[in-house]
């Protein structure tokens, strides 16, 4: 018996342990470490946003160092950044116009925009205002007062060479021996008119060596001023001086957040100088740690430690740096540097102070909540709360996360797309540019059939050549096509070459000297068959024909045969290719003539340039556009239909973006928020580039609509989450809150209160077994109204179950009621008339008792057992025969009303004693109970099984209630045969 108590309480303290480590492992543990998941995902996520930034600073960055790197190379070298200083001299002064032009304002203009040490004292400088088409030297501060005379003729011959495209041959050549005499006999002075306004070009000057370059200033395509500057060789070719100058001034123009040093190839590095920007100069330990960065960056070049990284961009020392070769004729090479911008210096975030400032929260909640409430941990309520919002919130924020990185991966390859599609629309204009030749080819025979020009080349006059030419050249201007000259060879007859610009005469007349001999090879192969008279070669085809017959393998005949109705392309130097396309007209059986068509590429792509800019800009959210670079230098605008944009801040920075990357070789590209910009190379017109502006705003809204729609769902899921776990936490701690209010009103003894919870699930069960509880303490308490209260009493008083077992004495009345017959009366009328006859006549007999005092003890079966505990010395016995006589006319009451209704009557007795009795619990394995026990109870049950011989009330007392009868206004009659009596007469009321 003991050792299952023991096992009992053992069992209890392990199940109270357990619900303390489930309060504190939910009320404590699960809300920190379920945050703790949160602000971890949190920072990964945030951590995943830094590097998100960091790369797409890092590809600005890039992008800005490629432009950088651009523009360096296309102003390496001193000629290079003295023709940009020029261009930008002539923008202003042509800005300004003729109307304000004077030699003062000249002079100014060049100080200002070429730096010191490019126009100096050794230079020698001229300007001239031009009025007629004749030049008129100015005075300025630093303009020459010599040889005004000398340099206006020089201008002026310039100038013809530049714009007069009418002229003879014989003014060519007196322009051409002026020019000579001035410069030297190898000055190329066509090729200086022509081609190299604005770059400086070497002559020599009063026989010195030096470079010469001119200027002219047009206004509505009129010029009215014009300049002349002999700049020293030695000058011009100091290397060093260059590199510094374009380092120093490229560190200026980026606010000192980038530069540019040049480091010596492998091969010279211990003969040249490391070239920085000069401002490093005031700061002798960072030039330093710069010099040995580069001299360590120069090391890995040459070991080729720097191949084996992909990477376009290295970090060294906190520095970024970028390297690329030069120009073949420059022993450097150019390296971009820059210190790790703060932005890429940033960490990812460490989480050891994300998961402090988590806990510092949690232990300032905990505080608060146990002063508040005096327990550990937050209310159930509260961490309801936050478990189904942070459990909810998990999934939430990895959702947040993958549908993030898809938006980012999409707008990434969004913009790959219209990179890609853009570049390549950009390279299909340069691989469309080979189609001109075939359509020059084409259009020329077309020409030919359609104007039967076949008698023209065959007559052997000029003047029909003359006039064919003229038909040709005019019908392929209207479809914008174009034939610089035609050369003739006539067998028997003299060669002709026939031009509209005489000044391309040189040009042609070579390239005629060298198809010459092939076409006189070839008609050689045909006088074979045919009796023809043969080409007639000048002197300088003679020369050519010498120099190339020792070609062999007979060059000059596939020269002619590759030529003959077949386009071809050939370039001379740098300029752009020239198309050729060879025809024989024959009459009847035998060559009457050879005839070659020519036309400069560059022509017959200007008018293909214009049309496929006008088809790309069709469309409004991308812009196409060219650059070229004009016969002074200068590179501009080519024109087209949407030349407006360029007056916007969108046009001026594409054109800037051109312009300094159009010595590049590669596409290059330039993002910011709103724009894309697009540098393509044209490879078969250098002097020419594309580009477009490629619109973000499509792609960028796409975006953003994408971002707010992930925001907008983010939101309405953090709030469902919040409205799901308020659902689930009052879903399942209202009914709990409605259960313990229950049970607390049980506690007091309210009954009366029931719970509503239709529920199906185990709180419904719960709540569907305390409302059978309740119903069965509503019944069993109806009865315990009337069953012995002194058991109550007893748990009152002492201060345990185990100590109110105890049996004690006490001293009062005992009053025994029974009905006669009842077992008769079962056996003749239905159960459920018996239960409602029974049922009414204890709950009426037993609350009279309580009425008066007294405390039912037990029922057994029909039989009440009461007991009235004496408050002062035996005044329970007054009590008792109170409440006795109250039943017996209760009863008679019920026989009445029984009678009237047709029911079963019947009879019962009462027996009372005074005495002293024993309170107790009487306890088995199986069963307890609270019963009193003594003589007084014996003699009590003894007196009511006399009382059937009574003739009056049937309530049977023992001479010790004489007294309190006489006071209850009774008497007391001798029951026969016995020492006892019988109530008689009295108020028999309460």
């Known amino acids: ?345 940033t960490a990812n975030s460490s989480i050891i102070p994300a998961v402090v400032a988590t806990l510092g929260f949690w232990l300032a909640m905990f505080s608060y909540f146990y002063h508040k409430n005096g327990q550990a941990g937050l209310p159930l309520a509260l961490s309801f709360r936050v478990l189904f919002v942070f459990s909810g919130m998990l999934p939430t924020v990895l959702m947040i996360v993958l549908a993030h990185g898809l938006i980012e991966e999409s707008y990434d390859t969004s913009l790959s797309e219209l990179r890609r599609e853009n570049t390549e629309k950009l390279a299909r204009i340069n691989e469309k540019s080979d189609n001109l030749k075939q359509l020059f080819g084409y259009n020329i025979s077309q020409a030919i059939k359609e104007f039967e020009l076949q008698r023209l080349f065959t007559s052997n006059s000029r003047q029909d050549a003359e006039q064919a030419y003229e038909i040709i050249r005019k019908h392929l201007e209207k479809i914008e096509l174009a034939v610089d000259y035609i050369y003739m060879f006539v067998p028997g007859g003299m060669s002709e070459l026939i031009m509209h610009d005489q000044r391309r005469y040189r040009n042609a007349k070579t390239v005629m000297d060298l198809f010459g001999p092939a076409t006189y090879h070839a008609h050689k192969q045909y006088q074979r068959f045919w009796d023809m008279p043969g080409i007639n070669l000048d002197a300088s085809q003679k020369n050519y024909n010498t120099i190339l017959s020792g070609f062999g393998n007979n060059f000059l005949e596939e020269v002619f045969m590759h030529s003959y109705e077949k386009e071809i392309a050939m370039k001379f130097g740098d300029r752009s290719a020239d198309y050729f396309y060879t025809v024989i007209f024959s009459e009847n059986g035998l060559i009457r003539s050879y005839v070659g068509f020519a036309a400069n590429s560059e022509r017959l792509f200007r008018n293909f340039l214009a049309r496929e800019l006008d088809s790309l800009n069709i469309a409004d959210s991308t812009i196409f556009l060219a650059a070229e670079e004009l016969a002074n230098s200068r590179f501009t605008i080519f024109p087209f239909k949407r030349m407006n944009v360029l007056n916007s801040q969108i046009g001026k920075n594409a054109m800037s973006f051109i312009t300094r990357c159009r010595s590049s070789l590669f596409e290059k590209y330039l993002s910011d928020r709103n724009h894309m910009y697009i540098f393509s190379p044209l490879s078969k017109q250098s002097n020419y580039a594309v580009g477009c502006i490629v619109s973000l705003a499509e792609i960028n809204r796409e975006r953003n609509i994408k971002r707010l729609v992930l925001l907008c769902i983010s939101v309405l899921l953090v709030c469902l989450m919040y409205i799901m776990a308020s659902y689930a936490t009052t879903y399942m701690l209202a009914p709990l809150a409605s259960i313990i209010a229950t049970l607390q009103a049980i506690s007091t003894g309210n009954l009366q209160s029931n719970l509503n919870l239709a529920r199906a699930d185990e709180i419904g069960q719960l709540a569907e077994s305390i409302n059978r509880m309740l119903e069965g303490f509503k019944r069993r308490i109806r009865l315990g109204k009337f069953v012995s209260k002194t058991f109550e009493q007893s748990l009152t008083e002492n201060a345990s179950l185990e100590e109110s077992k105890t049996a004690r004495t006490i001293k009062g009345s005992v009053l025994f009621s029974d009905i006669r017959n009842f077992t008769t009366i079962s056996e003749n009328n239905p159960p459920e008339l018996i239960a409602d006859m029974l049922n009414c006549h204890l709950e009426t007999m037993s609350a009279l008792c309580q009425n008066f005092g007294g405390q039912i003890e037990q029922f057994i079966g029909d039989a009440i057992v009461a007991f009235f505990p004496d408050q002062q010395p035996e005044d329970s016995k007054k009590n008792a025969i109170k409440a006795a006589t109250a039943m017996y006319q209760a009863h008679q009451e019920l026989l009445y009303k029984r009678t009237e209704a047709g029911q079963f009557v019947y009879s019962f007795g009462i027996g009372i004693e005074y005495g002293q009795i024993v309170a107790g619990a009487l306890i088995t394995p199986n069963r307890s109970e609270f019963c009193i026990i003594g003589k007084a109870k014996v003699d009590a049950e003894h007196y009511e099984q006399l009382s059937k011989i009574g003739l009056h009330t049937r309530i049977v007392v023992s001479a010790g209630f004489s007294d309190a009868a006489r006071l209850c206004s009774f008497s007391c009659q001798p029951l026969a045969d016995t020492t006892l009596f019988e109530l008689v007469a009295g108020d028999l009321r309460p």
């Not at 005004?148 to 060479?161: A, N, P, Q, T, Y």
């Not at 080729?304 to 390297?323: C, D, N, P, W, Y």
């Open 1 to 345: 018996m003991c050792h299952s108590k023991d096992e009992s309480n053992l069992l209890n303290k392990g199940s109270e342990k357990l619900q303390i480590a489930f309060r504190y492992a939910f009320g404590l543990l699960s809300p920190v470490i379920i945050s703790l998941a949160m602000v971890y995902a949190a920072l990964v996520f945030y951590n995943y946003l830094q590097q998100q930034n960091r790369g797409k600073k890092l590809q600005v960055l890039e992008e800005r160092a490629d432009l950088t790197m651009a523009t360096v190379l296309t102003n390496l070298t001193f000629a290079e950044q003295f023709t940009s200083y020029g261009n930008r001299l002539s923008n202003e002064v042509e800005g300004h116009g003729p109307a304000s032009f004077s030699g003062e304002l000249l002079s100014a203009r060049i100080q200002k925009h070429f730096p010191e040490g490019f126009i100096g004292n050794d230079c020698k400088t001229w300007a001239f205002s031009i009025k007629e088409e004749k030049a008129h030297a100015l005075p300025g501060a630093i303009f020459e007062n010599s040889r005004l005379r000398i340099m206006e003729r020089l201008m002026d011959s310039l100038l013809k060479f530049a714009n007069s495209p009418d002229m003879s041959l014989n003014q060519i050549s007196q322009n051409e021996r002026l020019i000579r005499t001035i410069l030297g006999p190898h000055s190329a002075p066509l090729h200086l008119g022509r081609t190299r306004e604005g770059r400086l070009t070497p002559v020599v000057f009063e026989g010195s060596s030096c470079y010469i370059y001119w200027r002219q200033f047009k206004h509505a395509d009129h010029t009215f001023a014009a300049l002349i500057s002999f700049v020293p060789t030695a000058q011009v070719t100091n290397l060093g001086f260059a590199l510094r100058h374009i380092a120093t001034k490229t560190f200026k123009d980026s606010q000192n957040r980038m530069a540019v040093a040049f480091l010596p190839v492998a091969e010279f590095a211990e003969d040249l100088p490391l070239v920085l920007p000069d401002q490093f100069d005031s700061d002798p330990s960072y030039r330093e740690q710069i010099s040995r960065l580069l001299n360590e960056l120069g090391n890995n070049q040459s070991s080729g430690e720097s191949r084996k990284t992909t990477a376009k961009i290295r970090v060294m020392g906190a520095h970024l740096f970028i390297q690329n070769m030069t120009s073949i004729d420059v022993p450097y090479d150019v390296v971009i540097f820059a210190p790790v911008p703060k932005v890429l210096q």
